[in-house]
């Protein structure tokens, strides 16, 4: 491993760590009750006490922002495990499996891929209406198609090697093949768009709680925040700012974690 | 890698970079408040300023149908109030005055009304009002011809009748002192099917042009009856989604005027007159009455004990709204029953002990539903949601877009609670009262009382003013008792204007007039 990519390494290791320990810490303790509304601490700035300051509730801006942290690690970590499960599955049975199977998941990957992410997800959100979280399961079938698409390509390009062939002469099964020898061998492409994904999914969380979709208020989510805060960007710019931060920090730490993982 | 990685970094701390000069430099939330004093110009003194020019008016809204008979959003009739005219219509001072008629008399025992349509007035498309169309209006709104009820305050009428050329008698099913603000419902051209898409009346403007989600103009209509209006040539109403967008609109200077939220006031900084109003509706939180666990009278109290209307004011409102209490508007005097504000004041005790009376001692789970367009609307919901939770209800927010909230819970009243603001059609206390009868098209809350329903057909039959101010506040004092829904405050409507134009007219209802509106400069 080079210098440059222990540094990328060390810089998202020590960000996605500062993030996720403010997240877990944020399950015990928050300086303020990220709840708690009181119009005559409106729109403190940055002190001792309010680090972030505090938005046009009165709510304390840091407490929010970790407390947020939570939320969209969550809803991040379980939509790409979602996707990741379910791409890597589809993408094994296309790409080694050939034939039927993958004529048809290959088109229904087209389809899916033929509407912007965005677009996809907003259907979704409508249709799983309701629930805190519908908007996992809507990132989910948004995030699909890339894990399909690399998983098969990788798959394509295992298959016809050596110990695959001689796995198939021993009697292993296809299943065995797939799971035992073709997926450890995809591990290094897939684990950097694993965390490429998670900043990807940060964002688009983030997005969707902006337009109203994600998330719903009073939970602090970092995309409404941006919202809510967007009023008062000149007058108070704190909450705006704290969500911002945090996900400039998120999605910088993946990133660079990502990028040091890469080949 | 490493060049890479610092340009990522580079680019996020330019990006940083560029957001907070802006934030430096912005005006402080002191400075806009000097000019609030401003107070609306009167229209009619002012001759010698120049006509013509284009104004832009920002709302956060969609109209739901350009047919006035249709439409149902208090925002779409604000604006087809400058191209619609009823036989008569109101000023700013709340009274009446003769628009497509010229002068009118009621029965002595009022049963019935003659108009006498004004001379030479026309519609848009240049064709004459005739008798012919008045019938057919009133006919088409009141479902006499066959069709649906359009307009259900009119459904009280019996007939149209056309004495001659410019006479119409219109003759109710019983005596009604009361009837004449209904008649401000729309005249249009007979026989004309096309208003959906292309409007024609008689008011102001006249329809140039829709785009559905970006914006609707109106240009001068030449013929207009009263020879001085309208001042400008061409009105544009931009139609955004948010009030964040509208806020941005304002500061770039896409918009020219707008009726704008209290936290957006607070941030648009000096060029602009800010003209304070009542809006002339009362935002509820409305309960569906038939849902359980709100078909429990208990219950729905509980929840108005739960609830603290003035710390929604000044949180949300930065103060600047009237407490309700009751669905009739704090500025009908008349009709408004102030003993009710304080009906149900803050008390979390009792709503638990409420609670638990109704067989929830351990509190319930709801969830608001609020469109997502009026951010008042959801700043009010988040907290209620914290003043619930202190109850113990768990309250969730779910936003949907208007046309959503239109037809899920306005129309098929599958909801359990919203937050929304409702106002009148007519400066009379049935427009706010009426949607409250068990068999009310109107009635979204689903609220069914056989008594409130006995004292309102009772106040519309009785000839007598003082004895029927009395009886509708003993229908609103129902209402409170039986907490039909909660009723929160009278926002007050600030409208801003670029400081070059003038002539803003608040009205004592829910409506944008544009007609007398010019460009000082």
């Known amino acids: ?263 | 890698m490493k060049k890479n990685f610092i340009r990522k970094i580079a680019s996020a701390v330019l990006a940083a970079a560029v957001l907070l000069p802006l934030a430096a430099c912005g005006p402080g939330g002191e400075a806009s408040s000097s000019s609030s004093s401003a107070a609306p110009t009167s229209s009619s003194a002012q001759s010698s300023q120049a006509s013509g020019g284009e104004f832009v008016f920002g709302m956060q809204t969609q109209p739901d149908h350009l047919d006035p008979f249709l439409a149902a959003t208090a925002d779409t009739r604000s604006i087809l109030f400058n191209i619609f005219e009823g036989l008569v219509k109101p000023d700013k001072d709340g009274n009446l005055i003769p628009a497509v008629a010229q002068s009118y008399e009621m029965s002595k025992d009022a049963t019935s009304y003659t108009f006498h349509i004004r001379k030479g007035i026309q519609f848009q498309n240049g064709n004459p009002v005739t008798a012919d169309d008045v019938k057919y209006s009133l006919d088409t709104a009141a479902g006499l011809s066959g069709g649906k009820v359009l307009v259900a305050d009119l459904a009280k009428m019996k007939s149209v009748e056309i004495k001659d050329a410019s006479t119409v008698v219109v003759h109710l099913k019983q005596a009604d002192y009361e009837f004449l603000p209904y008649l401000t419902s729309a005249i249009v051209p007979k026989g004309y099917t096309e208003q959906d898409t292309h409007p024609i009346g008689t008011g102001p403007f006249e329809f140039e042009s829709y785009s559905p989600q970006q914006s609707l103009v109106l240009k001068k209509n030449p013929d207009y009856w009263q020879k001085d209006l309208p001042k400008l040539d061409k009105v544009t109403f931009k139609l955004e989604s948010d009030s964040n967008a509208l806020l941005m609109d304002l500061q770039g200077g896409s918009v020219d005027g707008a009726s704008i939220a209290n936290n957006v006031a607070s941030q648009i900084g000096s060029g602009f007159q800010l003209i304070q109003a009542n809006s002339n509706s009362v935002q509820m939180l409305g309960l569906n009455n038939s849902r359980k666990p709100f078909d429990d009278v208990k219950v729905r109290r509980a929840v108005s004990c739960a609830l603290n209307p003035d710390e929604i004011i000044s949180t949300v409102n930065f103060g600047k709204a009237v407490r309700a209490g009751t669905p009739v508007i704090p500025g009908l005097k008349k009709y408004f029953d102030d003993s009710l504000t304080h009906a149900y004041d803050q008390n979390t005790q009792k709503a638990k002990q409420l609670l638990s009376e109704a067989g929830y001692p351990n509190g319930f789970s709801m969830a608001i539903t609020v469109p997502s367009n009026y951010t008042v609307h959801v700043d009010t919901a988040q907290v209620m949601v914290s003043e619930l939770k202190k109850a113990g209800v768990t309250a969730t927010i779910k936003q949907v877009d208007f046309a959503t909230w239109l037809s899920g819970v306005y129309t098929q009243r599958n909801y359990e609670a919203t937050v929304i603001s409702v106002d009148g059609t007519t400066l009379s206390p049935r427009s706010y009262l009426g949607r409250y009868l068990s068999d009310a098209s109107n009635n979204f809350v689903n609220y069914k009382s056989p008594e409130f329903d006995s004292v309102y057909k009772q106040a519309e039959n009785e000839p007598d003013e003082d004895k029927r101010v009395e009886l509708y506040k003993q229908a609103q004092e129902i209402l409170s008792k039986d907490a039909a829904s909660v009723y929160i405050q009278d926002i007050a409507n600030l409208n801003v204007l670029r400081d070059e134009f003038s002539g803003f007219t608040p009205y004592p209802l829910y409506v944008f007039d544009a007609s007398t509106i010019y460009r000082a400069k």
């Open chain 1, 1 to 263: 491993m080079n210098n440059d990519r222990r540094f990328s390494l060390r810089v998202g290791a020590v960000l996605i760590f500062l993030v996720c320990s403010a997240a877990l810490i944020s399950l015990f303790y928050t300086p303020c009750d990220p709840y708690a509304i009181d119009a005559a601490q409106r729109f403190l700035p940055p002190s001792l006490h309010h680090w972030f300051g505090t938005d046009n509730f009165g709510r304390d801006n840091f407490s929010r922002a970790v407390t947020g942290a939570r939320y969209s690690l969550f809803v991040a970590s379980v939509t790409v495990a979602l996707s990741c499960f379910f791409g890597v599955v589809l993408g094994l049975l296309s790409g080694f499996a050939g034939g039927i199977a993958d004529e048809i998941i290959l088109r229904l990957t087209d389809a899916l891929s033929s509407f912007p992410a965005v677009l996809t997800a907003l259907v979704a959100v409508t249709v799983f209406s309701g629930g805190k979280f519908a908007i996992i399961p809507a990132l989910a079938i948004a995030f699909l198609p890339s894990f399909i698409r690399l998983t098969r390509s990788g798959a394509m390009r295992l298959k016809n090697l050596d110990y695959i062939q001689a796995a198939y002469v021993s009697g292993a099964s296809t299943a065995r093949i797939m799971f035992r020898h073709l997926l450890p061998n995809l591990l290094p492409t897939l684990i950097p768009a694993v965390v490429v994904g998670l900043s990807n999914a940060i964002l688009a969380e983030s997005g969707m709680s902006y337009l109203g979709l994600g998330i719903q208020p009073p939970t602090p989510s970092w995309g409404r925040m941006l919202f809510e805060g967007q009023t008062y960007l000149f007058h108070a710019p704190w909450e705006t700012l704290s969500a911002g931060l945090m996900m400039v920090l998120t999605v910088l730490g993946f990133h660079a974690l990502g990028e040091s993982l890469e080949k």
